[in-house]
C-alpha cells in the first residue's frame, strides 16, 4: 500500500489584510483600536496553535498583491481569512478573485462598516464570502478562524 501521507500536509489558513492595516495601533484608534497588525499576528498565531492549524499572515497595499494571494490561496490554502480594508468597497477584481478561488473565506473588519460612511456600505466581498465578521475590533480575526474550523468540519 502506498503512503501518501508525506503528499498531503495541512495547508495553512491565509489570513490576508488589505490597505492602510499596516498603520493599526496610530491610525485612528478611536475606530480601529490600538492594537498594532503585528499584536493581531500574534494573537492569531497564538489560537492557530491551540486549535492546531497553520497560518500564514499577510498584509500588502496593493489591489493586485492582494488578488494575487487569493489566487494563490487556490492551490495552498485551507480557506482565506481577508479584511481588504478600502478595497472591499471598490473593488470588482478581488470579487472575481474570491469566486475563482472556491475556498472558504471569512471576511473581517474591525469596525462595523454599517455605522459608518455611506460608501463602506457597499461590500464586493461579502457577496462572495461564507460569513461575515465586522465591529468586534481584533477578536473578529480569532472568531473568524474558528469559524474557518468549524466549517471545515
Ligand atoms: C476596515 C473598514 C474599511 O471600511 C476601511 O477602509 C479600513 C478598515 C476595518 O477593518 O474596519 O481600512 O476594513
Redesign the pocket.
Known sequence: MTNTSALSAPLPIFVLN????NLLGSREPE??GTDTLGDIEAMVAKRAVELGILVDFRQTNSEGELITWIQEAREASSGIIL????Y??TSVGLFDAIVAAQKPLIE??????YK?EAF?HTSFVSPAASGVI?GLGASGYLLALEGLVALAK
Open positions: 488589505g490597505p492602510n492595516l475606530i480601529y479584511n481588504a480594508a478600502a472591499t468597497h473581517v473588519h474591525l469596525s462595523n462598516p459608518r463602506r465586522c
